[in-house]
């Protein structure tokens, strides 16, 4: 059946995601699961689907607690005292998205079986017949932001660093101004007013949708920017001179701060976490939180991150908690400022970019690609998720998207003029398939 992508279950709200699906996902849960937390972001789209998936909870029997609108991580910490937790979000995409990620109490996404369980249920339409007697009931969680914030500060000092948080008018504006002023910092506000249409920028946390947060930074003589994404699993930051550190430039500096042993990151981690951890063993996985998350607790590793911007601390919790990260960061800039932090890593050329195409060919598209890929010339080919090319002196992975219809190419090498002539390659062959 495929609902489930790397993150969840997403799509265009009125198209693949309807009030029919939700109200079946939330009958499923309610077959295998005795009670469910739910939240949900500030989409327009939200609220209405968190009546349809409670509705079916409901309707199995199941008792349901509403968190309200909060953040993912929130959500998913909410979800240690349930049976299980569903969080109504599409993250990261347009507004005309949505979806829901579902949690077990540990904090981790559910993992294959259970998503496979969910689908399963769904498709045979293998639900708990609905009886007038035999209804859950509604109750309301009313400390789920409170009890999120107090679990992080038990992990981090005091600080007095002058911080600009931009929420992108997602769930995080009702939490991470919260957290970094209570640790002591001076915050300045961004967008921490909840839009579900993403007006103010959009919801994901990438360079191009950045420039106010890069401009206030400078013209307030703040230390450190913060953003986030629509629900905050993701963190990425502007340094105290205005240059952007994503998340390619934050994870071996999270990495150096966090790992001693064991570091799992996703297939298209860079080369440059072997050269400044070279006496740590890095695990790599499939691209997304579930498959980084499943690592870490199988490997017992003391972090793992995304070059999205997405980060796992496993001695706070195994759900990406982008408000956590960004308690974490400001608790670094303390001791050094962010642009050094940054300069002290090694950066090797990388060079990213996406290639659409059209759903209806994404089988022969797909096909034709592997074929296509798997006959370029190189020293090693992984392909736990996508391809990744290994050369003697670079990389390139070509992976489909697993929320849209797109197949991501990235590349790296030690040097500008390689990562280039292995990029270009690469996305010409691409281009032409697709074509």
């Given at each position: 059946?495929?609902?489930?992508?790397?993150?969840?279950?997403?799509?265009?709200?009125?198209?693949?995601?309807?009030?029919?699906?939700?109200?079946?996902?939330?009958?499923?849960?309610?077959?295998e699961y005795e009670d469910c937390v739910v939240g949900h972001?500030?989409?327009?789209?939200?609220?209405?689907?968190?009546?349809?998936?409670?509705?079916?909870?409901?309707?199995?029997?199941?008792?349901?607690?509403?968190?309200?609108?909060?953040?993912?991580p929130t959500l998913a910490w909410a979800g240690r005292n349930?049976?299980?937790?569903?969080?109504?979000?599409?993250?990261?995409?347009?507004?005309?998205?949505?979806?829901?990620?579902?949690?077990?109490?540990?904090?981790?996404?559910?993992?294959?079986?259970?998503?496979?369980?969910?689908?399963?249920?769904?498709?045979?339409?293998?639900?708990?017949?609905?009886?007038?007697?035999?209804?859950?009931?509604?109750?309301?969680?009313?400390?789920?932001?409170?009890?999120?914030?107090?679990?992080?500060?038990?992990?981090?000092?005091?600080?007095?660093?002058?911080?600009?948080?931009?929420?992108?008018?997602?769930?995080?504006?009702?939490?991470?101004?919260?957290?970094?002023?209570?640790?002591?910092?001076?915050?300045?506000?961004?967008?921490?007013?909840?839009?579900?249409?993403?007006?103010?920028?959009?919801?994901?946390?990438?360079?191009?949708?950045?420039?106010?947060?890069?401009?206030?930074?400078?013209?307030?003589?703040?230390?450190?920017?913060?953003?986030?994404?629509?629900?905050?699993?993701?963190?990425?930051?502007?340094?105290?001179?205005?240059?952007?550190a994503g998340g390619e430039a934050l994870l071996p500096v999270?990495?150096?701060?966090?790992?001693?042993?064991?570091?799992?990151?996703?297939?298209?981690?860079?080369?440059?976490?072997?050269?400044?951890?070279?006496?740590?063993?890095?695990?790599?996985?499939?691209?997304?939180?579930?498959?980084?998350?499943?690592?870490?607790?199988?490997?017992?590793?003391?972090?793992?991150?995304?070059?999205?911007?997405?980060?796992?601390?496993?001695?706070?919790?195994?759900?990406?908690?982008?408000?956590?990260?960004?308690?974490?960061?400001?608790?670094?800039?303390?001791?050094?400022?962010?642009?050094?932090?940054?300069?002290?890593?090694?950066?090797?050329?990388?060079?990213?970019?996406?290639?659409?195409?059209?759903?209806?060919?994404?089988?022969?598209?797909?096909?034709?690609?592997?074929?296509?890929?798997?006959?370029?010339?190189?020293?090693?080919?992984?392909?736990?998720?996508?391809?990744?090319?290994?050369?003697?002196?670079?990389?390139?992975?070509?992976?489909?998207?697993?929320?849209?219809?797109?197949?991501?190419?990235?590349?790296?090498?030690?040097?500008?003029?390689?990562?280039?002539?292995?990029?270009?390659?690469?996305?010409?062959?691409?281009?032409?398939?697709?074509?």
């Open positions: 059946m495929g609902l489930f992508g790397t993150s969840g279950i997403r799509g265009r709200v009125g198209e693949e995601i309807t009030i029919e699906l939700f109200r079946d996902i939330g009958r499923a849960i309610g077959a972001d500030p989409r327009t789209s939200s609220e209405m689907l968190e009546c349809a998936l409670v509705s079916g909870l409901l309707s199995a029997g199941r008792d349901c607690s509403l968190a309200g609108m909060v953040s993912t349930h049976a299980c937790g569903a969080m109504i979000t599409a993250s990261h995409n347009p507004p005309e998205y949505n979806g829901v990620k579902l949690w077990n109490p540990n904090g981790l996404s559910f993992v294959s079986v259970q998503r496979a369980g969910i689908e399963d249920r769904i498709e045979r339409g293998s639900f708990v017949k609905m009886t007038w007697d035999r209804v859950g009931r509604i109750d309301v969680l009313e400390n789920a932001i409170t009890d999120h914030i107090d679990s992080i500060l038990d992990h981090v000092p005091e600080s007095t660093v002058r911080v600009v948080v931009d929420c992108g008018g997602g769930a995080t504006a009702e939490i991470s101004p919260q957290v970094l002023e209570r640790m002591g910092c001076e915050v300045i506000p961004l967008n921490c007013k909840p839009d579900g249409r993403f007006r103010s920028r959009g919801s994901e946390p990438v360079e191009k949708n950045l420039a106010a947060l890069k401009e206030a930074v400078c013209s307030k003589n703040a230390d450190l920017g913060i953003a986030h994404d629509g629900d905050g699993d993701r963190m990425v930051a502007v340094d105290e001179k205005g240059n952007y999270f990495a150096k701060e966090e790992v001693k042993n064991s570091l799992v990151v996703p297939i298209n981690g860079s080369m440059v976490l072997d050269d400044i951890l070279s006496g740590a063993k890095i695990w790599r996985t499939k691209v997304g939180d579930v498959f980084v998350g499943e690592e870490i607790e199988e490997r017992g590793a003391d972090f793992g991150g995304e070059p999205s911007g997405t980060w796992i601390f496993p001695r706070h919790f195994l759900c990406p908690d982008g408000v956590f990260a960004a308690a974490r960061l400001v608790t670094m800039v303390s001791r050094s400022p962010l642009s050094e932090l940054v300069e002290s890593i090694p950066r090797y050329p990388l060079i990213e970019e996406s290639v659409s195409f059209a759903q209806s060919r994404k089988r022969d598209i797909l096909s034709k690609l592997k074929e296509e890929v798997e006959g370029v010339e190189c020293a090693s080919l992984n392909t736990i998720d996508g391809w990744r090319l290994e050369f003697e002196d670079g990389w390139v992975l070509v992976r489909p998207s697993g929320t849209e219809p797109k197949i991501r190419i990235t590349a790296e090498a030690r040097e500008d003029e390689r990562a280039k002539e292995i990029y270009n390659s690469m996305i010409s062959l691409v281009k032409e398939v697709v074509a």
